[in-house]
Structure formats: C-alpha cells, structure tokens
C-alpha cells in the first residue's frame, strides 16, 4: 500500500495503535525549554515517577534570556522571575542528567537553532518539544511538532506521546524564485494564500523544484513558519542537500553509520500514487518579497501590494485600528522605529549573510535602532570570523548575544507602546512584541533594507543582492 | 453546575477570529514555574489599561459576562503560541468550556489534557448563539457533553460531534500519563528494536 512520508514517519515510530485515530507515538528527542516545562517535571515528582530516557532530552536556555552584548559566558539574567525560573530549568535537567545549554554555555541559543547545528536533528527522527515552532524539523525529513506542558510530562514519563494523526496535504512549488525572494517571503505568500487555519489539522509536504533548490537553513525557515497556517506539521523528504547538512553536522555518527543511515534515509519519501487530502499547488515565479500588514500572519502581501480596505472584513478593520494603517494604501514606505534581525525562522548564519549583503558599507536610519540577535553561539562566532557582525555594527546596529529576544519579548527586548518594528520573526500578533506595539513580519534582506531607508521599502530597488 | 456531564452558566461573546494564545495569556504572566495565578493573565490587553486598571467597555468586565463559565469564540481559537498557560488561565478565570467554529491545534489538546471542554460548531450555528449570547438575558447557555447538544436560553438546540477519545476523557477524567505510563512494557520492547533497526535515530549515548 502506499504511503505519504508523514506515515512513514508515524508508522515507524508507533508503539501502539490506541484507536482509530490515535497512536502512542514514541518521540526519538525531545526538547525543552525553560518555560513550558516547569509544570511537566513538577507533575512528575507529584506522580514519584523519574524521567524515563535522560539522554533523549535537551534542554536550552532561551525565550526568557537577555541578549544584552554582555560578554560570552558572563550572562545575568536581570528580570527576577526569569532569573528563577532559569534557575528552576537548571535543577530539573541536571537532577535527570538532562543535557542543558545552560544561560553561559558558549554555545546557548535558541532551541531550534542549537538542536540542528549540534547534530541531534536527522531524517527519520520523530522530535518533540514545548514550542510550536518545533515544525522546523521537517527540513530534514523529520516530524516535529510543538506539545504542551501536559504532554511534555507525559514524554518525560513514558518518551512517547498520545497522538492523534493528521490528515496529509501536499504543497507543490515549482519554478524558481525570483531575486531577493527568499524562503521567508515562500512561506509567508503560501500561508495568505491559505490562511492561518488553512493547513490546520494538516501535515504539510512541500515538494516541487523550488522546495529542492533550498538550503536546509531555507528549508528549516519554510517549516517553521509552516505552523502559522495551522499545520500539525510540515514535511520536506530528504535529499542530497539533507545528507550533505547531516554529513558536516555529525553529532555521534561515525563516518560508516552515516552512510548506513543515509541508505535508510533515501526511503523516506512519499510513494508515487499516495493519497493527499488536500493538493495544492503554487508557482516561485509569483512569489515576491512579502510583509505583514495586520496583526495575524496570513495578513500579507507583496511589497508593491496595497492593503486592503477596511471594510473587507470584521478582522481587517480591528487589524488596522491596531496597527495604524489605512485600508486601501501601500505598505511599501511605512516608517519603522524599530528593526528586528534574529529568531527560530530567521536567526541562522544564512540568514544573517543575507541581510548583512544588503547592509554592508551602508549606514541605518538615524531614526531607526536596530538589533542583530544571533540564533545561537556558533552562529555569533561565525558572524563573527566572516565579518558580518562588523557589517553590522559599522552600520549602526547592535550586535547582541543569542536567544528568542524580541520575537515574543519574555526578556528584556521588547518594544515600546506604538512603536512599529520591521522584524524577521513569524508571529504579528497584538502585544507580542510588546503592549500596543506593531509589527511587520519581513525576509532579513527586507528588515536590512528598512534599517537603512527608514520605512518599509522594497529590497530590490536599493540595488544590492542578497 | 459542571459535574462533567454539562458545563451551563453564562456564556461570553468574543467574536474574534485567530485569537491566539498570546493575547489569552500574555508573556508577563508566563513566568511561574506552577500553573497558579494565572486568571489575572487571562485577556490582559483586552481586559485591562496598560496601568492595570480594568476597560469598563470591554464586555467581559460588564455584567453578566463577568461570571462566565463559558467562552464562545472566533476561528482558530487559541492558534500560535503552545504555552498550557492559555488553558489554566481560563480554567483559572472560571471557563469551564469554549464553543468556537475551530481550534488551534495544540490549544485543543491542551484543552482535552486539562478538561476544558472545547466544542466545535459550524460558523452559522457559532453566529446564531454569540447573537442571542450578547443580550445578557440571554446570556445562559447549558452544553450537554452526554448528549452533544447545546442549549440556548431561547430553547433552541444544537447538537455537536465529539471525538469517542476526547469523550471519554473528559466525561471520566482519564488520567492519560497513568495510562501510558501502564504501557512501559510494550514502550520498551518498541524502542529495543528501534533503535536496533535506526542507530542512528539516537543522538546522544544512553544513560
């Protein structure tokens, strides 16, 4: 019978069929992060039960983390709920023996930046953890998915999950994307295309040939912001630009288990004749650079697009009063107080040479501040040996410690009431990146490109490549 | 009354589609490393001034929506964030059910792991109880989990489908981490060939 790469994935990893539409699922690695999990290792002391399997859990330090450009290793975490609350995570993971980048760890960072450059994501894996972003993980042709704080206890106890199965959807790209158009302006065109419920219930397999043409880092970029369509998971099936990542990216593999599990990998794909729900296509040539311009992600459209009228529906004109903006006017020359650089979709090394190309030997708006916070440690040492982070910095931002930062603002980044901020993160939602703040979720090459302009320009007419 | 059989009591009108969990529970309430306090969270920036103070024209501050035990909202209720604390936080506020013409997915299964009732009705059927909900003499809704029907105070009735699973668990309290965890024997012997069919699929040595 033929099956889609999401059975595959729940097929090989299902301790037990429970019913007709759950399984017990076993979860390969499970990831944690200091807020969600305190209740979960709490619920388990209250049930005298240990954590199961220690060494299939991680632990990193990073929604609640400054990323003050304190030196490496000397981090304080200023705000005192947090600083306990880190310290709480601390206690949980090492009574375990849980591995944990702790606060000042060199190579802390945000979970799903450190996961994958450590080497602990591969094809085939099922991957668990407290955050929804956790779909990143389907650029290897792994199913991840977020969970919540009852079912992180419920891995920790038993490393599986009770989990009822999605349907299958198929997203077909083909073509080539234009110039300056990157994987984030993919996955914000595909997700106002089909809305932020529009894959709900839904795992998403993206192929086509421009899913193939990405890099892993695109790729993680595209499944991660896939969850903002209401995905239970997105999917891409392993290919020679997987193996190539997982080649340099090791982990405990010695050189022949790799090629052995590499010819396990090469059979993970979707079989011909099987059957989606739901098959949607879309061609790369109609993707442009895209920015938000309301307060939910699938309210986007291309830089050279007008917003639309208030009057189109209830939620558009609440949106507007939110954000300040006039229905029917263009996005494209918005001014931005703020400019926001970092995050799980957008805060790996590709990213950050993207943006510094649009950057370099320019200089930012005097009335802009902008950030520059790197996924993780290795990602800032590596700006750093390129010379993007002095890219950076010569161009007046702050070049500053890794972690989740400005993206949801648990931390000391977090913008002022009313101030409007070009950001590279995936969520535009009232308040969360600050009370009465407003955001325009955009490609770091676009953020780079409102940095130097002041407002929300079009990348392509500044005249450098990204 | 809620003995699990039924949740009724007065029913609160939100008609805001994609209301995620960052605006039901806001980052400053995220903090805690237990599931206390967390009602003061609940709708924070549509619920209170930026000084804390409460909005009077926000209808969950008027009467008699401020006793709601039931939550009727837009589509896609609680999508974003997987944070649990949207769910202890309505539970905590005095919501014992949320009716809405969809969920984001990990809100609802956080909601079934917490018995917070969630019913999923058909945008009209949603549009025909927020219109009667929002006179407040009318405000009282009873859903019947034993017959998935909701009742409205005009007597009109409305009948609802229920996962057996989520039933089950909600109408008996099933403890589902005691459930699985009587499953360890068959976890083991699955992970025992696993792990020797995938070596690979173990990325750090055992303990």
Redesign the interface.
């Known amino acids: 019978m033929a099956h889609t790469l999401y059975q595959k994935l729940v097929d090989?990893?299902t301790?037990?069929r429970?019913?007709e539409?759950?399984v017990?699922l076993?979860a390969?690695?499970h990831i944690m992060n200091e807020?969600?999990s305190?209740?979960a290792f709490?619920?388990l002391v209250e049930?005298g039960?240990k954590v199961?399997?220690?060494?299939?859990q991680?632990g990193v330090v990073d929604h609640?983390i400054p990323t003050h450009a304190d030196p490496v290793a000397q981090r304080v975490i200023r705000?005192e709920?947090?600083s306990?609350?880190a310290a709480?995570f601390s206690r949980n993971c090492n009574a375990s023996?849980i591995?944990l980048y702790d606060v000042n760890d060199p190579l802390q960072g945000i979970e799903h930046v450190v996961a994958p450059e450590s080497?602990?994501?591969?094809p085939?894996?099922v991957v668990l953890c407290?955050?929804?972003h956790t779909t990143t993980y389907g650029a290897f042709g792994a199913l991840g998915f977020?969970?919540?704080?009852?079912?992180i206890?419920?891995v920790l106890?038993?490393?599986?999950l009770?989990y009822?199965t999605a349907a299958d959807m198929r997203i077909r790209i083909d073509g080539v994307l234009p110039t300056s158009v990157t994987a984030k302006d993919l996955v914000m065109y595909v997700v106002a295309k089909i809305s932020?419920?529009g894959a709900?219930?839904h795992a998403v397999e993206y192929a086509g040939t421009a899913i193939e043409a990405l890099s892993i880092e695109a790729r993680m970029t595209l499944c991660n912001m896939t969850v903002e369509a209401?995905a239970?998971a997105a999917l891409i099936a392993p290919d020679e630009t997987t193996f190539a990542y997982v080649r340099a990216h090791p982990?405990?593999?010695d050189a022949a288990?790799?090629e052995?599990?590499i010819k396990?990998w090469r059979n993970l794909y979707s079989d011909p004749d099987a059957a989606f729900d739901i098959e949607l296509e879309f061609s790369a040539l109609d993707v442009a650079p895209y920015v938000t311009w309301g307060t939910?992600p699938d309210q986007a459209i291309p830089i050279d697009g007008r917003i639309p009228q208030r009057d189109a529906d209830?939620?558009t004109a609440?949106a507007l009063d939110y954000i300040g903006l006039t229905g029917g006017s263009r996005i494209e020359g918005t001014r931005v107080d703020r400019v926001f650089i970092g995050s799980c979709t957008n805060g790996r090394i590709e990213d950050l040479r993207l943006a510094a190309a649009v950057v370099r030997g320019q200089t930012i708006s005097p009335t802009v501040r902008g950030m520059v916070v790197p996924g993780s440690g290795a990602v800032r040492d590596q700006a750093e040996r390129e010379g993007l982070a002095r890219i950076f910095t010569d161009a007046g931002f702050e070049w500053r410690q890794p972690g989740c930062s400005m993206c949801?603002?648990?931390n000391d980044d977090v913008l002022a009431?009313g101030e409007r901020c070009a950001s590279t993160t995936n969520?535009n939602?009232?308040?969360?990146q600050g009370?009465?703040s407003r955001t325009h979720l955009m490609s770091p090459a676009m953020a780079a490109a409102a940095a130097i302009t002041g407002y929300i320009t079009d990348v392509r007419k500044l005249g450098a490549q990204p | 009354m809620n003995d699990f059989t039924r949740v009724e009591g007065v029913a609160l009108p939100l008609p805001i589609a994609n209301l995620d969990t960052d605006q039901i529970m806001p980052k400053q309430f995220l903090f805690g490393i237990d599931k206390s306090g967390l009602a003061k969270g609940l709708l924070y920036d549509l619920r209170c001034h930026a000084d804390g103070t409460p909005q009077p024209d926000f209808i969950m501050n008027t009467e008699p929506y401020n006793h709601a035990r039931i939550l009727v909202g837009g589509p896609n209720f609680g999508c974003g964030s997987s944070r649990e604390h949207a769910v202890w936080g309505l539970q905590q506020g005095g919501i014992a059910a949320v009716l809405a013409p969809s969920f984001g997915e990990i809100f609802y299964y956080n909601s079934i792991n917490n018995r917070l009732l969630t019913v999923m009705l058909a945008q009209d059927v949603i549009d025909q109880i927020m219109a009667e909900i929002a006179i407040p003499a009318s405000s009282h809704l009873i859903v019947d989990v034993q017959a998935q029907q909701v009742h409205t105070a005009s007597g009109k009735s409305f009948p609802f489908d229920m996962d057996a699973r989520q039933r089950h668990m909600y109408l008996n309290g099933l403890d589902v981490i005691g459930a699985s965890v009587g499953m360890l024997p068959e976890i083991k012997a699955f992970e025992q060939a696993h792990f020797a069919a995938n070596p690979w699929a173990r990325v750090m040595a055992p303990t």
Do not use: C, W
């Open positions: 090989s990893h301790v037990k429970l019913d539409a759950h017990l076993y390969d690695l807020y969600t305190p209740q709490g619920g049930r039960l199961l399997r220690p060494s299939q991680m609640v705000i709920a947090a306990k609350q709480n023996g591995k080497g602990f994501i591969r085939g894996m407290g955050d929804s977020g969970i919540g704080t009852s079912e206890e419920h106890a038993t490393q599986t009770t009822r932020a419920q709900r219930g209401g239970r982990g405990n593999l288990g790799m052995a599990a396990t939910s209830a939620s609440k949801l603002a648990m009431p969520r939602f009232e308040g969360r009370r009465d």
